[in-house]
């Protein structure tokens, strides 16, 4: 059986992202220039759509239910003429849980943790987080819904969640995956062989 093809957005920018400062499950809003990312990715959406011959209504769309991927995903469907808030969400899709490292910017923590800080280091993917998750751990949830996904789909999701879905698919390893950026106002696309950014 055919993998499903993906339309996968990452959140818009919160002032956390900004101030780079690590989100995990805090439901931080989108700021301004979120937003503005957000609307690109419905932008983006439609001329990919345009391109096949498809319509939005073909696709399942889900988010995960935290409010800036929300938001992202309400504003996609808005721009691809959809009503904004008939999609559904699925925790399985949250981003992965930073624990009590969650609101502080890595250079915070070099003062309070350096030592686990270091351990992360040595192995970005398998760290468990105090308080929090892995990635390896991300994977098993990510792997679980990628699994049960019955159609083609547009997902509003996360960094982390675009990251383990490219392991599982074993498009990047850990490795790569750990160290790669995963752009906000940008469409990632999964077809089956390999996935494309466009931006």
């Not at 469907?77 to 899709?93: F, N, S, V």
């Not at 910017?105 to 280091?121: K, V």
């Not at 679980?144 to 392991?167: I, K, N």
């Amino acid at each position: 059986m055919p993998r499903p093809l993906l339309y996968f957005a990452r959140h818009g920018e919160t002032d956390w992202n900004l101030e780079r400062r690590l989100q995990g499950q805090h439901d931080i809003p989108l700021n301004a220039l979120g937003r503005v990312q957000a609307a690109r990715c419905g932008e983006i959406m439609r001329d990919l759509l345009a391109r096949t011959g498809r319509t939005a209504e073909a696709f399942e769309f889900v988010a995960s239910p935290l409010g800036r991927a929300r938001e992202t995903m309400e504003l996609m469907r808005t721009g691809l003429g959809l009503q904004p808030r008939e999609y559904r969400t699925d925790a399985r899709l949250m981003e992965m849980s930073f624990g009590r490292w969650e609101g502080f910017t890595f250079a915070e923590l070099e003062a309070r943790e350096s030592a686990a800080l270091a351990e992360r280091e040595r192995d970005k993917w398998g760290f468990v987080l105090p308080g929090g998750e892995s990635y390896a751990q991300l994977v098993v949830r990510v792997r679980e819904w990628y699994e049960s996904l019955e159609r083609d789909s547009v997902v509003a999701s996360h960094g982390g969640v675009c990251r383990a879905l490219m392991v599982h698919l074993k498009i990047e390893t850990p490795e790569t995956a750990a160290m790669g950026d995963i752009r906000q106002g940008a469409v990632y696309v999964f077809d089956g062989a390999g996935v494309t950014r466009h931006d």
